[in-house]
């Protein structure tokens, strides 16, 4: 293993020579995917939980086509499906976007994650005490005011645990990422086993970034739970 990673340290974590690869590629997916699906997330969540069928059934309908197909499906029909049409080709924007790989697998992880974490957030936002929303209410707060303020802050940090939780499995989910040539941390192991043939070490050092990467996020998000959620913890009372 040692032998293989010091042949292609460099491809496993930032460059393969002409463009970045391995695990800067890999953190760039990651980032920018959970970024966008978080962002997309909290608006969609809102209207996911609201009482007006127009708003919330085409969230409700987003959800479950994302949720239930394979995301390596998704990725395929963005990838390859979207440039086989022809108003794609004929558009120069939408054919300089659907033929990068990297755009692709960008727009298919923030898509899927974005369905998960939409459902996670309206779960939350379903268990807020009823009492913190009369409380709003009772002080006169709009309902952008209260959400803005009340729901949402409370919301986000209740759904901390899960949302750690879609973070990993999307961070095991950019492995897919090479069906679209993009050269993240499994497409350089693969490229190593192919000139190497030793495939316990190409894709043990694979799963060693990776395992790293997952430990370094559980941290993090073990950090924020134990400031963030720090109110919810019962109080011990003091010995006497």
């Known amino acids: 293993m040692f032998q293989v990673f010091a042949e292609f340290w460099r491809p496993f974590l930032y460059s393969d020579g002409m463009r970045a690869s391995g695990l800067v590629v890999t953190l760039w997916l990651l980032a920018l995917s959970i970024a966008l699906g978080f962002c997309a997330a909290v608006p969609l969540a809102c209207a996911r939980v609201s009482k007006k069928k127009w708003l919330s059934t085409p969230v409700r309908l ?53 369905a998960y974490t939409t459902e996670i957030f309206a779960g939350a936002i379903r268990a807020i005490p009823h009492g913190e929303v009369e409380a709003a209410r009772v002080y006169g707060m709009s309902t952008f005011t209260m959400y803005r303020r009340i729901v949402l802050p409370s919301a986000l940090r209740r759904a901390l645990p899960l949302y750690s939780n879609e973070v990993i499995l999307m961070l095991h989910a950019t492995t897919v990422a090479f069906t679209a040539t993009v050269p993240d941390i499994l497409k350089v192991a693969r490229d190593a086993n192919s000139a190497t043939y030793q495939s316990f070490d190409s894709f043990g050092i694979a799963a060693l970034l990776y395992l790293a990467i997952s430990f370094a996020l559980v941290a993090l998000f073990r950090k924020a739970e134990r400031k963030w959620l720090a109110y919810l913890r019962p109080v011990q009372a003091s010995a006497r």
């Not at 949720?67 to 022809?86: A, D, H, I």
């Not at 108003?87 to 960008?106: D, H, M, P, Y």
Request: hydrophobic share 45%; aromatic share 20%; with cysteine.
């Open 62 to 114: 987003y959800t479950y086509v994302f949720r239930g197909t394979p995301l390596y499906v998704q990725l395929l029909l963005l990838y390859t499906g979207m440039y086989s049409l022809e108003f794609v080709r004929t558009q120069s924007l939408l054919e300089a976007f659907f033929k990068s790989g990297f755009n692709c697998a960008i727009l298919a992880f923030a898509l899927n994650t974005c």
